[in-house]
């Protein structure tokens, strides 16, 4: 008797909840945090100084990945070379020691040296004291960085979020204090952050002491470099396709259009939440999957489902937009609301970069990515030049958008040649269509009070899944069995770890 084939449906279940699971840890760790804290900042900070700290968060990124040497996704990509212990015991003793010693002696580097260069492309920011935490920030966020990394590998999506969660209600904690309690301003955010960064690397690095081997293996050291190294150029051009428009706002608008362009793209960026936990959950799983023989047919019908959870996203944020920036903002912040639409559809395109980039690692051929995300940033460095004093936010928010756009069409041709996967393209143009006309629907909802706005946008955007069902994109089955996975199978991780 012939077992059943299994659906291509399955594998998306299971991502699903993974990506659920994973989305509350990054919701908590990042954009959960940064959106819960809004209505504190646009209370307690003007846009002047709501315009730096949306400036310099981005920057502790971009230090934290330039020291961090892609060290994180090594540490997931390696770690399924061998199921040997020993061998994952070496793989994350080498790599937390790395982490641990060349970081510290650039950051201390810059910290001396780093005054005229910092205040020559920041004129409006003091070095000291704003600088200088910006820098130690970054350090003490790359030991969480591993450990997270390790439960990514691992495939254990509930220690991320518990871990993540913690952190959130600390940092959220300590800024509340700072800031609104103390009244210390953006001074005593960035004093709050920094010192729950601390905490954490500290209890991090306890957490990974018991998973690793004390040593650097030079061999295994060189291997991890050569995969990773080419993906820091990459992360540097990823910053500056993603945020160079803030400084850049900064320079030739002013702060307070800056602060207006930073909490349009907060929101915008939420959909990212969801793109940031569909990689994390996609990522082991990819590179297991590519070796089964039903490979193809999984992969495409999985890139389908993902992208009809994500679309879903971008459609209530773009639907919503205005509404989120009512409730969070004053209204010295409300203009801001213009750029949401533009910010979340260039993340869809990022979440579409996503997919066909993994091909690319899963054939380690991280040598041709800087490339791509090279001729993105160039793109997107143009675009601001030429638009942003002409139209200020809305200027930047396309040129942000052109920039995501470049990248997703560059990476999917590249990664097409190289590691072909037969999406449904039918299916994924339907899904397009379908919630590009609901969202040119939304626009026309005349102005009225709040509430009755959100209801009547909460209608329009329940018929999205209706529309999927009557153009086919979408069975009934399987949209059955896709909303079922978000709820049914967070219950099975929590009944599996009982």
Not at 316 to 321: S, Y
Not at 434 to 445: D, E, H, I, P, W
């Amino acid at each position: 008797m012939h077992e059943p084939k299994p659906s291509a449906t399955a594998p998306s279940v299971a991502l699903f909840g993974a990506t659920v699971v994973y989305g509350l840890g990054d919701a908590a760790n990042r954009s959960l945090a940064a959106l819960v804290l809004i209505p504190l900042y646009t209370r307690f900070l003007s846009t002047e100084d709501y315009g730096i700290l949306t400036t310099l968060a981005p920057l502790a990124w971009l230090m934290a990945t330039i020291c961090g040497m892609s060290m994180s996704g090594s540490l997931v990509r390696f770690y399924h070379d061998s199921p040997d212990e020993a061998y994952r015991k070496r793989l994350c003793g080498t790599i937390t020691l790395y982490v641990l010693a060349l970081p510290l002696a650039i950051i201390a580097l810059l910290s001396v040296v780093g005054r005229a260069p910092f205040e020559h492309y920041f004129a409006e920011i003091p070095f000291a004291p704003y600088g200088l935490l910006t820098l130690w920030f970054a350090y003490f966020v790359l030991v969480p960085e591993l450990l997270l990394a390790l439960w990514r590998a691992q495939e254990k999506p509930l220690p991320y979020v518990l871990f993540s969660c913690t952190g959130f209600v600390a940092t959220a904690s300590a800024i509340a204090l700072a800031v609104a309690k103390m009244q210390m301003g953006l001074l005593g955010k960035m004093v709050a952050e920094l010192s729950v960064a601390v905490a954490l690397a500290i209890i991090a690095l306890a957490l990974l002491g018991r998973r690793l081997t004390w040593r650097i293996d030079f061999r295994l050291l060189r291997s991890v470099l050569l995969f990773g190294l080419p993906l820091v150029p990459h992360n540097i051009t990823r910053w500056v396709l993603n945020y160079v428009s803030r400084p850049i706002l900064l320079s030739k608008i002013g702060a307070h259009e800056a602060g207006l362009f930073g909490l349009g793209c907060q929101v915008g960026g939420l959909v990212l939440i969801m793109v940031a936990s569909a990689d994390k959950a996609l990522t082991p799983w990819f590179y297991r999957t590519a070796s089964e023989t039903d490979a193809p047919r999984v992969l495409a019908r999985t890139a389908t489902h993902f992208f009809i959870a994500i679309s879903s996203v971008t459609l209530v944020i773009c639907v919503f937009g205005r509404e989120i920036i009512q409730i969070l903002g004053t209204p010295e912040f409300q203009d801001a609301h213009r750029v949401v639409p533009l910010i979340a559809l260039g993340a869809l395109c990022v979440a579409a970069y996503y997919y066909p980039m993994l091909g690319l690692m899963l054939l380690k051929r991280t040598s041709v990515v800087p490339i791509l995300t090279g001729t993105a940033a160039c793109v997107t460095i143009v675009a601001n030049l030429l638009l942003v004093t002409k139209f200020g936010t809305i200027g930047a928010a396309i040129a942000t958008l052109a920039g995501q756009s470049t990248l997703f069409i560059l990476t999917f041709a590249v990664s097409q040649r190289l590691y072909r996967i037969n999406y449904e393209y039918g299916k994924l143009a339907k899904i397009l269509t379908v919630g590009t006309s609901l969202f040119a629907v939304s626009l026309l909802v005349a102005d009225t009070t709040l509430l009755v706005s959100i209801a009547i946008k909460s209608a329009l955007v329940a018929t999205f899944p209706l529309g999927l069902l009557a153009v086919g994109a979408v069975s009934k089955d399987e949209l059955r069995l896709l909303i079922q996975a978000v709820i049914g199978s967070v219950t099975t991780r929590r009944k599996r770890r009982r």
